[in-house]
């Protein structure tokens, strides 16, 4: 198989990609079951990158260590400042291989690694109880975005955990064993299994159930894992080993060109160029904006121009400072 399997050009497929390359024999699964993922991610990859097909120039070394990232089973962290299009990475990947919806995990302060795997509802249970209705275990448990990239399938779930930097310090070392075992046990499922072996659960898919058997997710492929940091703390250097490393660095012109093309595929009736050109010279004033900042500008003066009242004046001018505003407090 050729080792470019992720390309980075903006491709879309509509069925997953026939198979991807072989593990390394230290990263092979063996989960048991058949969680086919959904195919429609009900526009959540249009939105996030474009949905209007274009071509797309990549950041440096993102193709490559996608690629390893792939080949090789293992997470790939992503830092850069805000706004530079981290997160968009596990979208373009998801749409590209055709692996369905991302599973997105955005972390803040209070989340444990927990919240990632599942969640069980015990008082609801107790309360379906006290009124006679079902109280079949399974109705109560819901896996987490976590919990159900790592469901046995042939393909590999894309799971996004963004912005890891804002939680607990202790969350990534909590990810360790789970990065590398593949799998993870719901002790309340464990205890059930001699009276139930089998339970379906709900998942982080809407409407989407999946079976358990005998207390334990294990996956069978490992899912594409993106990993977000704004780089507001250091992570453990026992989390990094596993990890690849990746950095955005802040989009070229070209590149905002690019990607105001696949979200407006021309329409836009602004002179984007000048936008372009302008809204560089503000990032570099201030110490960077969000590349959406740039998209919020596009939209407003194409919606002027198609009133007839864009005109590039003071009004205009003072309406971007205060779009392009800093996105950090100043000192």
């Not at 530079?84 to 209070?110: D, F, M, N, Q």
Request: contains cysteine; aromatic residues 6%; negative net charge.
């Amino acid at each position: 198989m050729n080792w470019h399997v992720y390309r980075g050009d903006g491709s879309r497929r509509t069925t997953p990609i026939a198979k991807l390359p072989p593990p390394p024999p230290w990263r092979q699964f063996s989960g048991e079951g058949d969680a086919t993922p959904p195919t429609d991610d009900a526009g959540d990859g249009d939105r996030k990158v474009g949905g209007i097909d274009h071509p797309r120039r990549p950041q440096p070394d993102e193709v490559a260590l996608v690629n390893a990232a792939i080949h090789l089973r293992r997470p790939l962290l992503v830092t850069g400042g805000p706004g530079t299009g981290k997160s968009s990475l596990a979208y373009l990947i998801a749409r590209e291989l055709g692996l369905g919806p991302v599973l997105r995990w955005s972390i803040t302060s209070h989340t444990t690694l927990s919240h990632g795997l599942y969640n069980y509802d015990a008082i609801a249970r107790v309360q379906a109880a006290a009124h006679e209705s079902t109280t079949d275990i399974g109705e109560f448990i819901h896996l987490g975005p976590l919990g159900t990239a790592l469901l046995a399938s042939d393909h590999p779930r894309v799971l996004l955990i963004d912005e890891l930097d804002k939680g607990d310090i202790d969350l990534p070392n909590d990810l360790l064993n789970i990065f590398e075992e593949g799998e993870f046990a719901i002790p309340e499922l464990v205890r059930y299994a001699k009276i139930q072996p089998e339970v379906t659960v709900l998942t982080e898919d809407r409407g989407r159930t999946a079976v358990v058997r005998h207390g334990r997710v294990r996956c069978r492929e490992f899912p594409i894992v993106v990993i977000t940091s704004n780089g507001e703390r250091e992570f453990p250097p026992a989390f990094l080993r596993r990890l690849l490393l990746h950095h955005v660095e802040r989009p070229t012109a070209e590149q905002l060109a690019s990607m105001v093309a696949a979200h407006f595929g021309g329409k836009e009736r602004a002179d984007t160029g000048r936008l372009i050109a302008q809204f560089l010279e503000r990032s570099g004033e201030v110490g960077g904006l969000a590349a959406d900042q740039l998209l919020n500008a596009v939209y407003l003066a194409t919606r002027l121009a198609t009133s007839g009242t864009y005109t590039p004046d003071d009004d205009w001018n003072d309406l971007l400072a205060a779009i392009w505003h800093p996105l950090r407090e100043p000192m």
